[in-house]
């Protein structure tokens, strides 16, 4: 493979939380030089001109659904890798809620096999923590993990059962395999579409309060103080819920946080007259929940910032909206949209990667999201001011279920490169 110099870049590394001019050589798959300034590129190597645009890390997506096997018609591989390649995604992490559950090493095989064929980008798969996904019986955790499983997931039906859902914990905690949760309680939570407040009773819509959030919240830690297991929340996205994850983390207890891009952007408000692309799990929240989420992952009380790319047909979201599916695609999305709170003044470039970078691969174990010597040529070349009107007829998903269609963004994705080969933009 030639070298490629990349030459009159921005670097954006969010591990030294810097951001200035500079090149990068890559060699064999991964960076080789990193270097300030302009330096002259080496003779045999292949130049490519960044023109002061802004070269970062790839971005680590955890939390995609991929609707294979069951549902291809809402999503495929090969149509997520190719919508995470143009959103400058170069790893995504799949859950296991399809259609069957990927709760056997067989389903995981298959899964790891349409991705490896259709995907350019790496695809890590996760999987169920309980059989069917139905919270009564654990799957085989160490069958699975040998099988490639990253990490264990019921997604967003949470496991009400606490003796099973300890019992788990204690068994992931033995092989260091990371558990992944849906914090919101399933008794307060059963049925609603939005937050509950002034507008969910002005709309008639049936809502829950923030409190759930933090009630799960709560259980959880608990059971973390019991078993010491490695432990992510999906999505934290309540004020109530931040001073109980702050506590965790000063406690020692092996606890990260994300939260998912629809809910650093919108709010509650933004359902306006029922409007269905709007319509999350979980719901969106207050004006005030959502400054206080964005300050903590300024602050970096929160970790990771993902997509929570669902794909819903137009059949789904079509309907009132209480029958309505939830869920939002996000994969082209979500740096466009994250670079609102970055041209808003409410975080930097480097904060930013550190959360969609690299703290999602730390989680992994991987050595990408770093801009350094010996780490993997997995980037990406944006423009941060690019101003653009998104269309969702134009989007690569199959599903095309954004609630940002319409809306004017900034940031574009010049190019993206997965192994130092480049999968989007003009060579």
């Given at each position: 493979?030639?070298?490629i110099?990349?030459?009159?870049a921005?670097?954006?590394?969010?591990?030294?939380?810097?951001d200035?001019?500079?090149?990068?050589?890559?060699?064999?798959?991964?960076?080789?030089?990193?270097?300030?300034?302009?330096?002259?590129?080496p003779?045999?190597?292949?130049?490519?001109?960044c023109?002061?645009?802004?070269l970062?890390?790839?971005?680590?997506?955890?939390?995609?659904?991929?609707?294979?096997?069951?549902?291809?018609?809402?999503?495929s591989?090969?149509?997520?890798?190719?919508?995470?390649a143009?959103?400058g995604?170069?790893?995504?992490?799949?859950?296991?809620?399809?259609?069957p559950?990927?709760?056997?090493p067989?389903?995981?095989?298959?899964?790891?096999?349409?991705?490896?064929?259709?995907?350019?980008?790496?695809?890590?798969?996760?999987?169920?923590?309980?059989?069917?996904?139905?919270g009564r019986?654990?799957?085989?955790?160490?069958l699975?993990?040998?099988?490639?499983?990253?990490?264990?997931?019921?997604?967003?039906?949470?496991?009400?059962?606490?003796?099973?859902?300890?019992?788990?914990?204690?068994?992931?905690?033995?092989?260091?395999?990371?558990?992944?949760?849906?914090?919101?309680?399933?008794g307060?939570s059963d049925?609603?579409?939005?937050?509950?407040?002034?507008?969910?009773?002005?709309?008639g819509?049936?809502?829950?309060?923030?409190?759930?959030?933090?009630?799960?919240?709560?259980?959880?830690?608990?059971l973390?103080?019991?078993?010491?297991?490695?432990y992510?929340?999906?999505?934290v996205?309540?004020?109530?819920?931040?001073?109980?994850?702050?506590r965790?983390?000063?406690?020692?207890?092996?606890?990260?946080?994300g939260?998912?891009?629809?809910?650093?952007?919108?709010?509650?408000?933004?359902?306006?007259?029922?409007?269905?692309?709007?319509?999350?799990?979980?719901?969106?929240?207050?004006?005030?929940?959502?400054?206080?989420?964005?300050?903590?992952?300024?602050?970096?009380?929160i970790?990771?910032?993902?997509?929570?790319?669902?794909?819903?047909?137009?059949?789904s979201?079509?309907?009132?909206f209480?029958?309505?599916?939830?869920?939002?695609?996000?994969?082209?999305?979500?740096?466009p949209?994250?670079?609102r709170?970055?041209?808003?003044?409410m975080?930097?470039?480097?904060?930013?990667?550190?959360?969609?970078?690299l703290?999602?691969?730390?989680?992994l174990?991987?050595?990408?999201?770093?801009?350094?010597?010996?780490?993997?040529?997995?980037?990406?070349?944006?423009?941060p001011?690019?101003?653009?009107l998104?269309?969702?007829?134009?989007?690569?998903s199959?599903?095309?279920?954004?609630?940002f269609?319409?809306a004017?963004l900034?940031g574009?994705?010049?190019?993206?490169w997965?192994?130092?080969?480049?999968?989007?933009g003009?060579?």
């Amino acid at each position: 493979m030639t070298d490629i110099f990349f030459a009159n870049a921005r670097l954006i590394d969010p591990a030294a939380l810097t951001d200035q001019p500079g090149a990068l050589l890559v060699r064999d798959a991964k960076i080789a030089e990193v270097h300030e300034g302009h330096p002259a590129p080496p003779k045999s190597a292949n130049v490519i001109d960044c023109g002061g645009m802004c070269l970062a890390p790839g971005i680590v997506d955890v939390g995609v659904k991929v609707s294979e096997p069951g549902e291809r018609h809402k999503e495929s591989f090969r149509s997520a890798g190719r919508a995470a390649a143009a959103g400058g995604i170069t790893t995504i992490v799949t859950r296991p809620d399809t259609s069957p559950a990927i709760d056997t090493p067989e389903t995981l095989e298959f899964v790891e096999r349409r991705a490896q064929l259709d995907a350019p980008v790496h695809v890590l798969p996760m999987a169920a923590l309980t059989k069917g996904r139905d919270g009564r019986e654990m799957t085989e955790i160490g069958l699975l993990q040998d099988a490639g499983a990253v990490a264990f997931t019921d997604c967003d039906r949470v496991v009400g059962n606490t003796k099973v859902f300890s019992r788990a914990l204690t068994y992931a905690r033995s092989l260091d395999a990371l558990v992944i949760a849906h914090v919101q309680d399933p008794g307060l939570s059963d049925g609603a579409t939005v937050t509950s407040g002034k507008f969910a009773s002005l709309r008639g819509l049936p809502g829950v309060s923030a409190m759930a959030e933090r009630m799960a919240l709560d259980r959880d830690i608990a059971l973390l103080e019991m078993t010491d297991a490695r432990y992510h929340v999906d999505q934290v996205t309540t004020a109530r819920a931040l001073p109980a994850l702050e506590r965790a983390k000063r406690n020692g207890l092996r606890i990260t946080a994300g939260v998912g891009i629809h809910h650093l952007t919108l709010n509650e408000l933004d359902v306006a007259d029922y409007r269905t692309f709007f319509k999350l799990k979980p719901p969106l929240r207050s004006e005030n929940d959502r400054l206080a989420v964005v300050q903590a992952v300024a602050e970096g009380l929160i970790d990771i910032i993902s997509s929570m790319h669902t794909p819903q047909d137009e059949e789904s979201k079509r309907l009132p909206f209480e029958e309505a599916a939830s869920g939002a695609v996000g994969l082209e999305t979500l740096l466009p949209a994250a670079m609102r709170l970055v041209h808003a003044e409410m975080i930097d470039l480097p904060r930013l990667f550190r959360a969609l970078s690299l703290n999602p691969s730390k989680l992994l174990g991987r050595r990408s999201g770093r801009l350094q010597a010996d780490a993997p040529a997995d980037l990406v070349l944006f423009d941060p001011d690019a101003p653009f009107l998104l269309d969702r007829s134009k989007l690569l998903s199959k599903s095309k279920n954004t609630p940002f269609d319409g809306a004017r963004l900034q940031g574009k994705v010049l190019g993206t490169w997965v192994n130092g080969l480049r999968i989007w933009g003009d060579n």
